[in-house]
Each structure stands twice: as structure tokens, then as C-alpha cells.
Nanobody, 115 residues
Framework: VRLVESGGGLVQPGGSLRLSCAAA????????MSWYRQAPGKEREWVAG????????NYADAVKGRFTISRDNANNIVFLQMNSLKPEDTAVYYC?????????WGQGTQVTVSS
């Protein structure tokens, strides 16, 4: 199993970024995928999740209405579109899949929201 995030960077408050997570080594279209984040000095927290077909999505209250999770099962990618970014969104963002009863994580991508 391999998960590789990309798309992070430095953005001003109010700006947007789209994160991608490319998956390999398992039947991507069969599994729910999630995004988490970890800010400096804080525990890792769940951000959003999407079911295998993309039919159901869920969000943490802190990002609801600003972030959108989606997936492309033909290309084994899960996305996180982040709009109206705030300084408190600054964190390392990770994608996660629970595959064969085990959690697999990517290496993370840094998102910094600052003027």
C-alpha cells in the first residue's frame, strides 16, 4: 500500500489549495478514504472522509462549508479542495486508508496559511 500526498504550500488567508493523494497497492475503489491534519504541538485530527463510491462525505465542524473531499476512482486519487483558508488551518495534512483492517498513512504535505 502506498499513499502519496501533494499540493501543499504557503497561501494567504482567504486563499485556496487543492491537495491530492495518489494511492497504489490496493483496490482503491473499494475503500473509504480520509484526510487528517496535525498542527504543531497538537494531536492529529480527522478532517474529512469519503466512502468508496464517493456517495457520502463527512467533515469536521472546523472545515465544514470550506473544504470539499472528492475522489477519482479511475485514477486512484483522493482530493481535498480547501477554500477560505484560515491561519488555524496550518498543519501537515495526511491521507489515510483503512485497508485490510489496518490504517495506512501517507507522508503528509505541509499547508501554511499566513500573510
Amino acid at each position: 500500500v502506498r499513499l502519496v500526498e501533494s499540493g501543499g504550500g504557503l497561501v494567504q488567508p482567504g486563499g485556496s489549495l487543492r491537495l491530492s493523494c495518489a494511492a497504489a497497492g490496493f483496490t482503491f475503489s473499494s475503500y473509504t478514504m480520509s484526510w487528517y491534519r496535525q498542527a504543531p504541538g497538537k494531536e492529529r485530527e480527522w478532517v474529512a472522509g469519503i466512502t468508496s463510491t464517493g456517495g457520502t462525505t463527512n467533515y469536521a465542524d472546523a472545515v465544514k462549508g470550506r473544504f470539499t473531499i472528492s475522489r477519482d476512482n479511475a485514477n486512484n486519487i483522493v482530493f481535498l479542495q480547501m477554500n477560505s483558508l484560515k491561519p488555524e488551518d496550518t498543519a501537515v495534512y495526511y491521507c489515510k486508508g483503512r485497508i485490510w483492517a489496518r490504517d495506512y498513512w501517507g507522508q503528509g504535505t505541509q499547508v501554511t496559511v499566513s500573510s
